[in-house]
Each structure stands twice: as structure tokens, then as C-alpha cells.
């Protein structure tokens, strides 16, 4: 066998593997044991998706085993020839870009539907808050004092008790994060991720990283039409923020998830002008 390492985002190492001729395989693996706990859950998360899957044109690459040895833990899944959603989108027509809103909005619903509505536990989302505050503090990247925290504190106060729901969520539902055959009108998610709470409001918060503030492109490295995916991403969010509009729970928490989402992922950033930026955009963010 042999294979090509691939360039990612995440804490974990993925190969894509030719097990004989043409015939390939992906093997995401991590050898830092805090990420372990992480990287079984989304291959346990990729597996119950495939097998509870009723898209016809969505799937997810079919997990082939997992395997834990010497401090290493990786999982094998099958190859999905195809494109990211960037080249998807800079080649495809009307049609196409409002197919890619009719799968992402029935995904998300679907989620909903299997979901249960329970009041949100509030103490778990401010305990989740000051966890990422210590980790923003220990960050040599990031500037406190560019940081609104009263803005955030009123924002976060102002919660109430409505109901959301709570079960199932792909959670880190990015346009990075899906892969598309162009010639099949077929959509594959990848890198599932386990969130502090398992709700679907946290993929409508994920694809708006996107749609409304770009975060993906900030990390592709191929060129591209700004002007063109601009307009295609706020047409996507318009779209996606209209129709979530009829939910009550969007309505009430859609803020302040999407502030903690970007407070999570601020520890992470690992220079001074993408985490200036990502605290502009928690100090400004809208509805």
C-alpha cells in the first residue's frame, strides 16, 4: 500500500491510501491522546449517519474499521472521489446552487425532526463559556482587550429558557466539510464533530460560519472568484436565515450560539490577524 498525506484543519492526520490499483481508502489517525476521545466520536457519529441515511443524494463515506494500538487510534473509511464545495460552486449553475440549499436546509430539518425540544440547560452553556475563556486567556494570539465582554455578557444574560432541540446534529457543518460529485448531483459529509450540546441549532450556526462570515475561505488554497462565491454565499445565507426564521428556538438562541461557536474557535487561531478578525466578527455579530 501506499499513500498521500493530506493538508488539513483539524488536530488529526489524514491519508488517502491505495490499497491496490485504483482501488484508495482515507485514513484519518491522531497520536495526541487529548484529540482520541474527539476522533472516535466522529467516526461514531460518520457510522450512525450512514447507516440511519435516507438521502438519496446525500451519504457519507462508509467507515471500514477502527482501530486503537500504541497510543494511536485512526479509522479507515472509503474514498469519495469528488470536488470541495468552493470548485463545486465556482463552475455551477442557478439550479445547482439552490439544490445545495434545498440538501443543506433538508439535512438540518431532518436533524430537527429526530431531535427532541427540551429547555435549554443553561448552566451548561456558561460552564462551556468559561472553559473558553481560560483557554482565550492562555492564547499568546489573541488580544483581551479587542474583546467586548460586555457586549457578550448582555448577549448571553438575555438567554431564556425556550425550548431547542437536542439529539442529533452533524456538528460542524461547513462548506468545507462537504464534498460534491458534480456529475452524480451527490453530496458527501465529512468530519462529523461532537458538540457540548447535540443540537441542530449548531449546524445552521456552522453553515452561517460560512454563508454570512466567510470563515472557510479564509483557509482555501486555491484560487478562486471572490466576487462570484461572495454573492453565491449571501444569497445561500439569506436563503437559510429566512427560512430558519419560523423557528422559535433559532429566533432566541441563533446569537448566542454563533458568539460561543466563535469564542471556541478564537483559542485555536494560531496568528494575530485571523484572530483580530474573528473577534470582529464576535464584537459585531447580527442576527
Not at 488539513?8 to 482520541?36: L, M
Not at 460552486?89 to 445547482?96: F, G, P, T
Request: aromatic share 14%; hydrophobic share 35%.
Amino acid at each position: 500500500m501506499r499513500g498521500i498525506n493530506v493538508i488539513g484543519n483539524s488536530g488529526c492526520d489524514i491519508d488517502i491510501i491505495e490499497k491496490q490499483a485504483g482501488i484508495y481508502f482515507v485514513r484519518k489517525s491522531t497520536s495526541d491522546f487529548s484529540y482520541t476521545k474527539r476522533l472516535k466520536k466522529q467516526a461514531e457519529k460518520q457510522i450512525s449517519f450512514y447507516e440511519k441515511n435516507s438521502y438519496k443524494f446525500v451519504t457519507t463515506p462508509r467507515v471500514l474499521n477502527k482501530v486503537e494500538s500504541e497510543g494511536k487510534f485512526y479509522f479507515d473509511m472509503e474514498y469519495f472521489g469528488s470536488v470541495d464545495c468552493i470548485t463545486f460552486l465556482e463552475k455551477c449553475c442557478m439550479a445547482d446552487i439552490d439544490f445545495l440549499l434545498e440538501v443543506l436546509i433538508a439535512i438540518i430539518c431532518e436533524n430537527i425532526k429526530n431531535s427532541k425540544n427540551v429547555d435549554l440547560d443553561l448552566d451548561i452553556f456558561h460552564e462551556k463559556y468559561q472553559r473558553v475563556n481560560e483557554q482565550i486567556i492562555a492564547s499568546p494570539y489573541i488580544n483581551e482587550k479587542l474583546i467586548d465582554y460586555d457586549k457578550i455578557e448582555k448577549t448571553f444574560q438575555s438567554m431564556s429558557s425556550t425550548k431547542i432541540p437536542v439529539g442529533v446534529c452533524h456538528g460542524d457543518l461547513t462548506l468545507s466539510n462537504i464534498l460534491v460529485k458534480p456529475t452524480e448531483n451527490k453530496f458527501a459529509l465529512i468530519d462529523f464533530l461532537d458538540s457540548f450540546i447535540e443540537s441542530p441549532l449548531h449546524d445552521i450556526v456552522k453553515v452561517r460560519q460560512d454563508t454570512k462570515y466567510m470563515w472557510s475561505l479564509h483557509f482555501y488554497h486555491r484560487t478562486y472568484d471572490k466576487n462570484r462565491i461572495g454573492s453565491i454565499f449571501q444569497y445561500l445565507d439569506e436563503q437559510i436565515d429566512q427560512f430558519f426564521t419560523k423557528f422559535g428556538f433559532y429566533n432566541e438562541y441563533y446569537k448566542p450560539f454563533q458568539v460561543l461557536n466563535f469564542l471556541r474557535i478564537l483559542p485555536y487561531c494560531n496568528n494575530v490577524p485571523i484572530a483580530n478578525m474573528l473577534i470582529n466578527n464576535i464584537n459585531n455579530i447580527e442576527q
